[in-house]
């Protein structure tokens, strides 16, 4: 592939740098056309174009345009349906409008209002292709929108490299449990840090600590929560770390969770699974896939902390189911969500549309 590839989204976004550089590692030329200040650690190599001004938005419709025809790509992608995929519904049919849909682009936002509905319709519906990140919220957007013939399913994976088993062993004994997510309302951390409290007050869970690491909008009141439970000794906050220290931070944990009220993939819950980390994740919407409806780790009902208490005990006290768990779980990773293997799906659609 000699041309340039270009992606529009956000300079925040985890995502967007993984795709780039993923890219770059395999000999690609990529630009990024952002309207926020980029702060992730991306590729040296990557070509950003950050644009900003009083009326950015508008004025960065022109200043894309300007962009596609310096660089003469035939094809454009944009990450999530909001800003960015709205930017690609204002591009001429001269090029192929790609568009990622990240999950609460299309799950949360649209239910704000008919008008974001609305936008979030049109932003689809101008799309030449739509890559939906599960077969979950590929049906989401059927159901809710109306049926769309051009999508493709193309997970977010994990690298490999970065996120392996090689040090991870699963242990006879539960010591700790975790999560890394950002600390907001539709990841349920709440129900975790309450299904947590009744679990130690069941017997023999009392040397159990629960370690949370992220932030975000929801952290100050789950510290009030955590107090209200008496729960300072055993439940630890932690802030927010670069991705490239994930995999360190999973190999401590003996049981990962993802309590989530909504979810479109699940790439924490990947993330774990792809270390071997037994998981524990709620039955809603692409987390079923990641689990394989429970054979590559264990499902208990949405918003729900006693079914989440439930399925934490009987893991902890099966070191035979934790360990099953952890060896389907990496078969599963490397069979679906390696990166590897999602870079070239994604470099087959590129071929066809450049």
């Given at each position: ?278 998981t524990i994740a709620a039955n809603v919407g692409g ?43 990496l078969v599963h990773v490397r069979q679906n969500y ?17």
């Open positions: 592939m000699s041309d340039n590839i270009l992606f529009i989204g956000s300079g925040k976004s985890y995502h967007v740098e993984k795709w780039t550089r993923k890219l770059l590692d395999e000999g690609h030329k990529v630009t990024l056309f952002t309207i926020h200040k980029p702060v992730r650690q991306f590729h040296r190599k990557l070509e950003v174009v950050h644009h900003e001004s009083r009326v950015h938005y508008l004025a960065s419709v022109f200043r894309l345009r300007a962009l596609i025809a310096c660089l003469g790509v035939k094809v454009v992608y944009a990450h999530s349906a909001g800003k960015y995929g709205a930017l690609l519904s204002f591009l001429p049919h001269t090029v192929a409008r790609i568009l990622f849909v990240y999950g609460s682009d299309v799950y949360i936002r649209p239910k704000a209002s008919i008008f974001h509905k609305y936008i979030v319709y049109f932003v689809l519906r101008r799309a030449d292709l739509i890559l939906s990140s599960s077969n979950a919220m590929k049906l989401h957007i059927n159901d809710y929108f109306g049926f769309f013939p051009r999508m493709l399913v193309i997970p977010f994976g994990v690298d490999a490299a970065v996120f392996n088993s090689s040090r991870y062993r699963v242990s006879r004994r539960v010591r700790k449990i975790g999560i890394v997510k950002k600390l907001e309302y539709v990841y349920g951390i709440d129900l975790l840090i309450e299904a947590f409290y009744r679990l130690t007050q069941l017997g023999g869970n009392q040397d159990l600590i629960l370690e949370i690491v992220g932030d975000g909008s929801q952290k100050k009141k789950l510290e009030v929560l955590v107090r209200e439970l008496s729960l300072e000794n055993k439940v630890f906050f932690r802030a927010a770390i670069l991705n490239s220290e994930v995999p360190s931070i999973l190999e401590d944990l003996d049981i990962f969770v993802v309590p989530s009220r909504s979810e479109s993939f699940g790439v924490a819950a990947v993330e774990a699974l792809s270390v071997g980390v037994p987390l079923p896939e990641v689990l394989e409806h429970g054979r590559a780790g264990k499902l208990c009902d949405v918003e729900s902390s006693e079914s989440l208490c439930d399925a934490m005990s009987i893991m902890i006290d099966d070191y035979g189911l934790r360990k099953s768990f952890s060896e389907a779980g390696d990166l590897n293997i999602n870079y070239k799906q994604f470099l087959g659609v590129h071929n066809e549309y450049s």
